[in-house]
C-alpha cells in the first residue's frame, strides 16, 4: 500500500472517534438484533473506548473476572455473547442487556442504541450473577427462533 492510498484510508469511528474494534472474521459488526427481537434492527459494534465505555473499560473493569470465567480474551467474550446471546433485558435508561443464559451465571453485554449512527453500541459487559437481571423487564427471550448469526470459527469463542 503507497502512502498515497494510506493516508486515503480512514478506519470505522464511533461517535466520539474511537475506532471499532474488528471481530475475528476482520468485520466491525460482531453480531445483529433484528427485528423479530422487539428493538430497531442493526449491527452490534464495539469501540476501542476508554475508561467509561467500550473494550478499554471492559478490560480494565471485568477483563480478569472474564478471563477466569474461560474466555480467552475479553474480546472473545464479545464475541461470543454478540452471536449466541437468548435473552435481551431492559437495562438503566436507554441500554438494554444481551444474556447467554443457561448456566450458573449469565454472559452479558449492556448495548445502546445509536439510531442515526445505525449501530448497538457496546458500553460494558462481563459475567453477573443469575440475580442481577433478574427483575429486569423481558424485550426478548427464545434461542429456537434466532436468525442466522456470522459465522464463527469457533476458536477462543466458547468457554473452556
Known amino acids: 500500500m503507497s502512502m498515497d492510498s494510506m493516508k486515503k484510508y480512514r478506519l470505522a469511528v464511533d461517535e466520539n472517534g474511537s475506532p471499532f474494534v474488528l471481530n475475528s472474521k476482520g468485520s466491525i459488526d460482531f453480531g445483529y438484533i433484528t427485528?423479530?427481537?422487539?428493538?430497531?434492527p442493526a449491527p452490534i459494534r464495539i469501540a476501542e473506548g476508554n475508561d467509561k465505555y467500550g473494550l478499554c473499560h471492559m478490560e480494565m473493569r471485568h477483563g480478569d473476572?472474564?478471563?477466569d470465567?474461560?474466555?480467552?480474551?475479553?474480546l472473545h467474550f464479545v464475541e461470543y455473547v454478540s452471536q449466541n446471546f437468548d435473552?435481551?433485558?431492559?437495562?438503566?435508561?436507554?441500554?438494554?442487556?444481551?444474556?447467554?443464559?443457561?448456566?450458573?451465571?449469565?454472559?452479558?453485554?449492556?448495548?445502546?442504541?445509536?439510531?442515526?449512527?445505525?449501530?448497538?453500541k457496546v458500553l460494558s459487559g462481563g459475567v453477573f450473577s443469575l440475580r442481577y437481571s433478574k427483575k429486569k423487564k423481558d424485550i426478548y427471550s427464545g434461542s429456537?427462533?434466532?436468525?442466522?448469526?456470522?459465522?464463527?470459527?469457533?476458536?477462543?469463542?466458547?468457554?473452556?
Not at 427485528?35 to 430497531?40: A, C, K, T
Not at 427462533?145 to 473452556?160: F, H, K, M, T, Y
Open 144 to 160: 429456537d427462533n434466532r436468525p442466522p448469526q456470522p459465522a464463527s470459527d469457533g476458536e477462543g469463542l466458547v468457554p473452556q
Open 65 to 67: 473476572q472474564i478471563r
Open 35 to 40: 427485528e423479530e427481537m422487539n428493538l430497531p
Open 69 to 74: 470465567n474461560g474466555f480467552a480474551s475479553t
Open 87 to 120: 435473552r435481551i433485558r431492559q437495562g438503566n435508561t436507554d441500554s438494554c442487556l444481551l444474556e447467554v443464559t443457561g448456566g450458573r451465571h449469565n454472559e452479558t453485554l449492556f448495548v445502546r442504541l445509536f439510531q442515526s449512527e445505525g449501530y448497538w
